[in-house]
């Protein structure tokens, strides 16, 4: 009879360490999983701001090809336009010339506008800045 109460001991410090055991793997889980959660929060933080800094930079780069696109056709109908006035024959073809230009002018603008790159970002990824 001695051995039940020994036993009975024996049985109740087993069930605490494996109760303890239990409550401190609980415990290092809980920390690992908010650890893991703040490593996500933070890969996801860095990840979004990789996405807006990079959004800003395809802005700027587009701006930048349209700025371009917009020089050459201006670049080029400056020439067209001077070798058209080297081939008038009349005061009045010249003047026809010279008249078209601003529209023309006004034309390529309100298609294909030049800009200031880093204030069309600022205005569309207000966050990158």
């Known amino acids: ?50 996405s807006i800094q990079s959004r800003a930079e395809s802005v700027i780069l587009s701006c930048e090809e ?12 400056r020439k067209l336009r001077q070798a058209a006035l080297r081939r008038a024959r009349t005061p009045r073809e010249r003047a026809a010339i010279l008249a078209n230009q601003r529209p023309t002018r006004l034309f390529i603008d309100a298609l294909a506008p030049k800009r200031d790159c880093d204030a069309r970002a600022r205005e569309l990824v207000p966050e990158a800045f």
């Open 66 to 77: 349209l700025n371009e696109r917009h020089d050459n056709v201006t670049e080029t109908l």
């Open 1 to 50: 009879m001695r051995l039940l109460p020994v036993l009975a001991v024996t049985l109740a410090v087993a069930l605490l360490v494996f109760a303890g055991v239990t409550v401190i793997g609980t415990v290092g889980s809980n920390q690992d999983a908010t650890e893991s959660a703040q490593v996500d929060a933070n890969v996801a933080r860095a990840l979004t701001e990789q």
